[in-house]
């Protein structure tokens, strides 16, 4: 979604800033603008579409060679895909420029008394209503301003804002949408994501909700909207420069499904004490004992994080035999559910920021129940507000499709599952058994990637068809949804994922003659129930694709074409089920010429409910 980054320091700022709007990219924008302060002078410039094209209408202006200046790329909410929509938003009383992340809900009474006061508006957007109403406030004092405005304001925001009166002065703030501030020598990068800063420094704090930061060259004042000074807890952002960058392959999409074994090593390693048969979880000790009677997990999230959790459902209750449930966030969050005492809620996000995931979250914790997180990004928001939780530890994903985050989350919920059944009823030896098969999963995935050009190749027949299926029972029904999704995402073909049974309930009608019909029909409970569903479709005229078990011979006869994984136990086997699915969904986009890393009206992380 919307991205910020701001700089204020003793280089010039627009190659700064567009650098670091280029390291946003990957998180969805359909327009971008920049503001520099030259001297006492604003400079503006904005562009529909890409970061390239806003450098290009660039190139050769005046006025953009100053060193306090910031920029935004905008996903729209309020209003088109216009120039006069994009950030940044300016005043011309004071000559005030702002960008903003987020919404202002109480948008259009501002607007009114605003308007009422003489300012006009050449946007449609919430956020021109908050430059306005900074400009309406100001008496000489940015931050006095800001901080007064915010205390009119409702809804999400991180914005960043300069003022031709002030030019020796960035002032940020945030409530409910992530904010960064790089501290540097002699200068401070801001941010809505670390990926824009770490190039420079890896020195930064996260800004709390309803802190308001006051930035000059060298130094920094941090306060709350009332203006208490505030201490910020200064950290090292933990991110390498190589894990943003692509090193050599042609999309972070593909890196990530190749860092797929590493990654998986990383999240699982120290946690596993093979020699005790338990699980090690240091973020979930101190709530041993509230997990051993807990009587009810609900799993949240949305898409392909909710996917996992459903797989996460199925362990929890196949293995601990807890009542669990998988929830939409959104679904969760509005309708009034019924949270019993000794209720586990467990948040599931790779970005730790998903605004639907988030409000559940909230719901969960006024409702009483115990609030764990399942989260790659350190430090997000949902990350601090749970009560405790497990980082997925999988390096930051930057492709919109995601994947390594996906397997990541399996595995981080099988820790947490067989933490969670030792307490109850699993003995150590089950418990070790567990874990050297999850041990194994890295090296297996290996070698199922080492199948990418077969795969590529079986994509390459049915890259036409616009309608696929793709169908899975038991732990590998969320597989088959997680398929379907990641088809449709970047590739924008058509696809549907279903329990393979639910199939002949009225889907099968569907079914015409060589329509692709996915089928994960490895070795487990469900095989020969699988191989009559197979049927079914193939008996239509389906042409069927099957991930199956390496040495099942004998599928061959039943199916048109089959992607080999190797054996595993069932709880994780859609640890490698889903990677021939996000091999051909890439492939499958990249076939049919769109630009994967970048998918059409998709963003990162979804930050408005
Ligand atoms: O950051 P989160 O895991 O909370 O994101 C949830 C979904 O928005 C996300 O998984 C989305 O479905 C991806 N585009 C899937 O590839």
Known sequence: MCGIVAYIGHRVAKPILLEGLKRLEYRGYDSAGIAVLEGNKLNLCKAVGRVSMLEEKLENKEGFDGSLGLCHTRWATHGGVTDFNAHPHRDDRHGIALVHNGIIENYAALKTYLQEKGHRFASETDTEVLAMLISELY???????????????????????????????????????????????????????????????????????????KISKDGFRTSDIHNTPLTPKITQLEIDLQEIELGGYSHFMLKEIYEQPKALRACVSGRMDLREGRVVLGGL???AKELTKARRVILTAQGTALHAAMIGRYMLEDLVKIPSTTEYASEFRYRNPVIEENTVVV?????????????ALHEAKERGALALGVIN????????????GVYLRVGPEIGVASTKAFTGQVAALALVTFFMARKRLMSADQCREFMQEMEAIPGKIERILEL????????EKYVERENWLFLGRGYNYPTALEGA????EISYIHAEGMPAAEMKHGPIALINEGMPA???????????????????????????IAVATEGDNEIRKYVQDVMYIPDVCEP?????????????????????????DKPRNLAKSVTVE
């Open 139 to 213: 008496e000489g004092d940015l931050e006095a301003a800001v901080q007064a405005a915010l205390r009119e304001v409702t809804g999400a925001y991180a914005i960043a804002v300069i003022c031709e009166k002030e030019p020796g002065t960035l002032v940020v703030a945030r409530k409910g949408s992530p904010l960064l501030v790089g501290i540097g020598n002699d200068e401070h990068v801001v941010a809505s994501d670390a990926a824009a800063i770490v190039a420079h420094t890896t020195q930064a704090f996260m800004l709390d909700d309803y802190n308001v930061v």
């Open 285 to 287: 000790t101190n709530f």
């Open 347 to 359: 948040a599931v996000s790779q970005s730790g920021e998903t605004a639907d995931t988030l409000a």
């Open 377 to 388: 990004v350190v430090g997000s928001t949902i990350a601090r507000e749970t009560d405790a």
């Open 452 to 459: 990418d050009s077969k795969i590529k190749s079986i994509t």
């Open 485 to 488: 999704l990641k088809l449709k």
């Open 518 to 544: 996915v089928f994960i029909a490895n070795r487990g409970r469900q095989y020969e129930k699988v191989m009559s569903n197979i049927q079914e479709v193939r008996s239509r005229g389906g042409h069927v």
């Open 572 to 596: 994780l086997s859609p640890l490698l089920a889903v990677v021939p699915l996000q091999l051909m969904a890439y492939h499958a986009a990249v076939l049919r010429g769109h630009d994967v």
